[in-house]
């Protein structure tokens, strides 16, 4: 059995996983995830800061390959476009890691410490992401609003993906990215009823 590396790493996320799903959250603890593994408890603290993080693991990966994305869209596109540009490219990430993402998603939404867990990487997302777009030369409270938005888009289709995986995660993107523009086209006020 492996006890160190990227191998150790992947085998205590699937026997958390396995875990969890078995057992519950609450009634696991780091040292049932590393006897499953077969490593020690120390090597399963040497991989994750606790057992929530076994879930989480890779976020950081998505978010530097997202801002790297937002920084390397092609010029002239509106901020939302940006965006489904820099998802669009990471889907691979998910999709690569989909027999691991579909079970995590349930756990995550049965489970309130893992939702809380879950909010505070999303806000963190959506933060990484606002900046990248800064750095686009987008001003701030617009980077805020569509990061966030754009971040709520990309999850939504993410969950389309898990519910039908048949189109792919990109063309599920794609569909809720363009419900997105039409709702924001729906609600643009005309000259006629737009108070000023």
């Excluded at 959250?25 to 399963?44: C, L, P």
């Excluded at 939404?109 to 777009?133: G, H, I």
């Excluded at 966030?148 to 569909?175: K, M, N, R, V, Y």
Aim: hydrophobic share 45%; no cysteine; aromatic share 8%.
């Amino acid at each position: 059995m492996p006890r160190s590396g990227a191998q150790a790493r992947r085998r205590l996320q699937q026997a958390a996983l396995d875990l969890y799903r078995e057992r519950g959250f609450d009634q696991t603890t780091a040292a049932d995830i590393a006897a499953r593994a077969g490593v020690n408890e120390r090597t399963f603290f040497r991989h994750f800061p606790d057992k929530r993080e076994v879930l989480f693991d890779g976020e950081a990966d998505l978010r530097a390959a997202l801002t790297r994305y937002v920084a390397e869209a092609p010029d002239g596109l509106r901020p939302v476009q940006v965006l489904l540009h820099a998802f669009s490219k990471a889907a691979r990430i998910l999709e690569d890691n989909r027999p691991f993402s579909e079970p995590r998603l349930e756990l995550i939404a049965a489970t309130p410490a893992l939702r809380e867990r879950d909010l505070a990487k999303a806000a963190a997302m959506a933060d990484a992401v606002a900046e990248a777009l800064r750095g686009r030369g987008i001003p701030d409270r617009l980077a805020d609003l569509t990061a966030q938005t754009g971040w709520a888009t990309f999850h939504h289709a993410a969950q389309a993906w898990i519910d039908d995986p048949s189109p792919g995660l990109e063309a599920h993107l794609l569909q809720s990215f363009d419900a997105l523009q039409a709702l924001f086209a729906a609600a643009q006020p005309t000259t006629a009823n737009r108070q000023d």
